[in-house]
RNA sequence: GUGCCUGUGGCUCAAUUGGAUAGAGCAUUGGACUGCGGAUCCAAAGAUUGCCGGUUCAAUUCCGGCCAGGCACGCCA
């Protein structure tokens, strides 16, 4: 158990001792300042307003029960806030514990085995993905594997957007680039896909079929063009994605919805909840039904297909009776008036309310130094995944997108990305990380003879007690960036993980000293601390190398 | 106009979701190695948390009203 959760018990234990029966939501944390205290809570002041007390006074009887236990050295307490001094033998055992399980350190089970998707990315298949793309690939990527570690039956779903409109578009801008190969002019139209990759695919595609469909267009020229540029389209997708690092476990097309007739089944469903209705020949939503929005079309009258939201409502329905209890879908904010009448939709149909979850982040802005570099969709400059893992690499650009707030307009430096010194985070730790390594291998060269969990009782320097206190609440900040759906608590635990390395190792000698059972407990240390950046570099998909 | 997001030292971001003297990094200034990676560390200076009210032991956080920026308000996706 960690050392946060037993002071939590120690307290629940008193408290009750005092008479107060209801749980109270009570925090123990770490207090601002290091020499305040080690650990401290707020008990007080939720106790107070229940026992009709100053929480002072009410500070004081609670201390004065945790001075008779023996695990703290010293309570104090200040303005109604109880900070507490463990002694030093408790973080030797704490250091001793993170080595004995690495696997398993930052580990919760608060998911219980509970069964989650998360969908991102999910791009219209008829280009290459942007770096918005990217951010969501990374959050959502990230988000999985913290999920996972906390306990949660996770899966990794990508939806493509292959039955619709889009794809019309991109077959037929496809087949123009080729007639061009042969110096036929067909107009390129204003709704079809200008961008130098659609001629690459058409290339391609003459190498492989020369000019048998040269100037001939009908319907099964377009499904041919359709089928040929999906598919090109795709495995370029899930090459930038294997670049990244972001494998999914689920690549669901839309056309699925289509052969299991799953539109029709909730269209059925809808009409039976009198959700429903006709109008100028097409069929509408009544979202004003549950919501204060208006009502919206599922199926079109021009051609009598289902539109994007009659889709995404089938879509999630199936995703319901596929047995998940809670989904997350990482969205764009431009996508965010699409959330009410989605929850309206599950209402409709009966899905209890938690199940739809939708996770938006903000727009990225790229940087070189100070110029913003533009982005448009228009061909030429555009600025691609592929083109920022190109420049900065695929540690950089995981770390930097799981570094931000989804909810902060993030701009993304390209210079920063790339610099190899402190200003750049990603760095910063990796490089915390392959000092480590470095002194673990001097070590072995100096024949030193390196038992782990021996000269632990030699720990007592305050910089080696804070960095071993830092390392202990690494389950913690999982756990809790679980909770608040945050990839950028663990950016920043990490950080300060590195930060507290740092110090550690310039104030204290690790190797050169005379004391060889210090020599002992300073390596076990290092190896501490090197299992929990690595469990954490690991949760954001970058790397820990041993040598930069 | 309506809804959502954002506003924190010169810059980029935090703040354990209502807690203590609002924290880091960059930039600025001044320091630290004849030993394990100086790609590091220590310190100084720099903030009326956009503005005004409210709620309470306590507000960057919650509520109301303004101001500024972004996004969305289609039989597009």
């Not at 939503?285 to 021009?302: A, M, P, Q």
């Amino acid at each position: 158990m960690s050392i946060l959760k037993t002071i939590q018990k120690i307290i629940e234990k008193v408290l009750a001792d005092m008479g107060i029966s209801q749980s109270l939501d009570f925090k123990v944390e770490v207090p601002p300042q290091d020499d305040l205290g080690d650990f401290s809570t707020n008990a007080a002041f939720l106790c107070s307003k229940i026992l009709r007390k100053s929480p002072k006074v009410v500070a004081d009887e609670i201390s004065e029960k945790l001075r008779q236990l023996d695990t703290f050295v010293r309570v104090d307490n200040i303005n109604g806030f109880i900070n507490m001094f463990l002694d030093h033998s408790v973080y030797q055992m704490t250091c001793a514990g993170i080595i004995s399980n690495p696997r398993n350190i930052g580990k919760s089970n608060i998911g219980n085995g509970e069964n989650i998707q998360f969908e991102f990315v999910s791009p219209n298949p008829t280009g290459p993905l942007t770096i918005a793309h990217g951010r969501q690939a990374v959050i959502g990527d990230v988000l999985c594997n913290i999920f996972d570690e906390s306990g949660y039956n996770v899966q990794r779903e990508l939806y493509i957007n292959d039955a619709g409109q889009q794809i019309e578009y991109l077959s037929k801008s496809v087949w123009i680039r080729y007639n061009e190969l042969f110096g036929i002019k067909h107009e390129l139209p204003e709704d079809g896909y200008h961008g130098e990759y659609i001629i690459d695919v058409a290339k391609e595609f003459k190498n492989e079929y020369g000019d048998k469909y040269k100037d001939i267009w009908n319907e099964e020229v377009n499904d041919f063009f359709k089928e040929y540029s999906l598919k090109k389209m795709l495995s370029m997708i899930k090459q930038t994605l294997k670049r990244l690092g972001v494998n999914f476990d689920v690549y669901f097309s839309e056309k699925l919805l289509i052969k299991e007739k799953i539109v029709s089944r909730i269209l059925d469903t809808l009409e039976k909840s009198d959700s429903t209705y006709a109008k100028d020949d097409a069929v509408w939503f009544k979202v004003s039904k549950y919501i204060d929005e208006n009502d919206k079309v599922l199926i079109r009258s021009t051609d009598n297909r289902a539109t994007y939201f009659c889709d995404d409502i089938a879509y999630h329905y199936y995703k319901y009776h596929r047995g998940f209890t809670k989904v997350y879908d990482i969205w764009g904010a431009d996508h965010q008036g699409h959330i009410p009448r989605m929850k309206a939709s599950m209402k409709a149909l009966g899905i209890p309310d938690d199940f739809f979850n939708v996770i938006l982040h903000q727009f990225v802005t790229l940087k070189k130094g100070d110029e913003v570099v533009r982005m448009s969709k228009r061909a030429g400059n555009f600025v691609t995944l592929d083109d920022l893992i190109e420049e900065v690499g695929t540690d950089a650009t995981r770390y930097f997108f799981a570094m931000i707030d989804p909810d902060t307009p993030m701009n993304f430096d390209l210079e920063l990305a790339v610099k190899k010194s402190s200003d750049n985070p990603v760095f910063y730790v990796q490089y915390a990380h392959a000092r480590i390594s470095s002194i673990l291998k001097q070590a072995e060269e100096r024949k030193i003879d390196f038992k782990m969990f021996e000269g632990l009782s030699e720990v007592k320097e305050k910089e080696e007690l804070l960095l071993i206190k830092e390392l202990s609440l690494f389950s913690n900040v999982v756990a809790e960036a679980a909770k608040n759906r945050k990839t950028n608590f663990i950016t920043t635990y990490l950080e300060k993980v590195s930060s507290r390395f740092h110090t550690f190792y310039t104030k204290h000698s690790i190797l050169n000293t005379d004391n060889s059972q210090l020599i002992q407990a300073r390596l076990n240390i290092c190896l501490a601390t090197k299992i929990i950046l690595e469990r954490g570099l690991a949760l954001l998909g970058v790397s820990a190398p041993d040598k930069m």
